[in-house]
Structure formats: C-alpha cells, structure tokens
C-alpha cells in the first residue's frame, strides 16, 4: 500500500460478523483481525473489489459508535461492478436489505443501493450506456426528473 490511499474505515456492532457478511455479499477478502482484550476486534481489514476497507468493534467509551448506534449513516459507499443484478442478488441473500431497487439510470449505470445488517449502505452499480457530454447528461437529468415529478 502506498501513501495517497483512501480507506473507508467502518464502525460495526460485531464486526466479526461484518467480515463475514463482507465476504459472503461482496467477495471480501480478509486481510487481518486484531482483537483486543476483550475480544472486540480493534482492528480488522478487507479487500473489497481490490480496495481495502478497514473495520472495528464498537467502542462507545472511546467515542466508536455503528450506524446502528447512531440511528443510521450518512455515508454510503460505492461499489462498481460488472453485475450490478448478481451483486445486489447476493448481496440480499447475505442479508442486506435493499433500499433502492436496482434500475438504469439517466446517468447510465444500471444502480441500486443496499442496507447492510450493520447499517452501512452500499450504492452498487455497473455502466451501461456510454460515456454523456456534460449537455447530455443535464438533458437525461432533467428528463428523469419531469417522469419523477410526474410519478407523484
């Protein structure tokens, strides 16, 4: 690993069932667990889709509080992928819930959004349609968003 990384580095309650959750849903590989004395694992890593996640144990007296602590996550993480459909699939089945249905997009990634059983969400998408201009792309939005607005 080199120095200008970015890691996303999540806070779970039971994280040594979020490595699992990780490694059925996504494919995670499991990098390392560092338990402390307690047994709560002070530090642990995954490599998800070749970028490492890093991950602990709730630590409510040291300020580490889950989503689930907190009542949800602003935060939500993206994966791309070469199947959007199969990933969500298994994803569920691992035991996420999902939070928006997997559709195409007018920015043209077929995309959906999962819940995962320690309130993380995850944006999972694969490009479909080719690169838009800039004018495209505002003519795509605003087309999405009339249907949108004639949905309601």
């Not at 490694?23 to 070749?50: C, Q, T, W, Y």
């Not at 699939?89 to 990634?109: H, L, P």
Request: some cysteine; proline content about 7%.
């Amino acid at each position: 690993m080199g120095v200008g990384l970015l890691m996303p580095h999540l806070t779970c309650r039971n994280c040594a069932k979020a490595i699992d959750f990780y490694k059925s849903a996504f494919g995670a590989e499991e990098m390392m667990r560092l338990p402390g004395p307690d047994g709560r694992l002070m530090h642990a890593s995954v490599r998800i889709n070749g970028a490492v996640v890093m991950l602990n144990d709730e630590y409510p007296e040291m300020g580490g509080a889950s989503p689930l602590a907190l009542g949800g996550s602003p935060v939500t993480l993206h994966l791309m992928v070469d199947d959007v459909d199969a990933v969500v699939a298994k994803a569920v089945k691992a035991g996420a819930v999902i939070t928006m249905e997997v559709a195409d997009q007018f920015w043209g990634d077929r995309y959906g959004v999962v819940k995962d059983p320690f309130g993380h969400l995850w944006s999972v998408a694969t490009p479909v349609w080719p690169p838009k201009s800039p004018d495209e792309m505002e003519a795509a939005r605003d087309a999405a968003m009339q249907q949108m607005s004639g949905e309601m």
